[in-house]
């Protein structure tokens, strides 16, 4: 098992940039593909990004294309999503979470085994 939590979540203006981390504990961290998911209030989760074991894949949803990055550091266990030219749209709790295989399809809540306690990001208009 892997234990996961977020931290990075504040407030921003639009426009601005904030970095999430997660950290790993438990089994291997570079046994698992990660992927960040997001909930806004009134919705339900949504997929962000996903990394693969090695961090040479990635992947992520239209909306957030060359806006955010997702990255990994197995040396340290931690995830990474950095996010810049935020948007009040944004604003949600940030949750990581961990699979066994990367995968491009495929990408709702139940193919994610290991989550994180979220963190909150407020984008401010």
């Known amino acids: 098992q892997v234990q996961l939590v977020e931290s990075g979540g504040g407030l921003v203006q639009a426009g601005g940039s904030l970095r999430l981390s997660c950290a790993a504990s438990g089994r291997t961290f570079s046994s698992y593909a990660m992927g960040w998911f997001r909930q806004a209030p009134g919705k339900d989760r949504e997929f962000v990004s996903t990394?693969?074991?090695?961090?040479?894949?990635?992947y992520y949803t239209d909306s957030v294309k060359g806006r955010f990055t997702i990255s990994r550091d197995n040396a340290k266990n931690t995830l990474y999503l950095q996010m810049n030219n935020l948007k009040p749209e944004d604003t949600a709790v940030y949750y990581c979470a961990a699979r066994s295989r990367f995968a491009t399809t495929h990408l709702s809540l139940t193919d994610y085994g290991y989550w994180g306690q979220g963190t909150q990001v407020t984008v401010s208009s």
């Open positions: 990394i693969s074991r090695s961090g040479g894949s990635t």
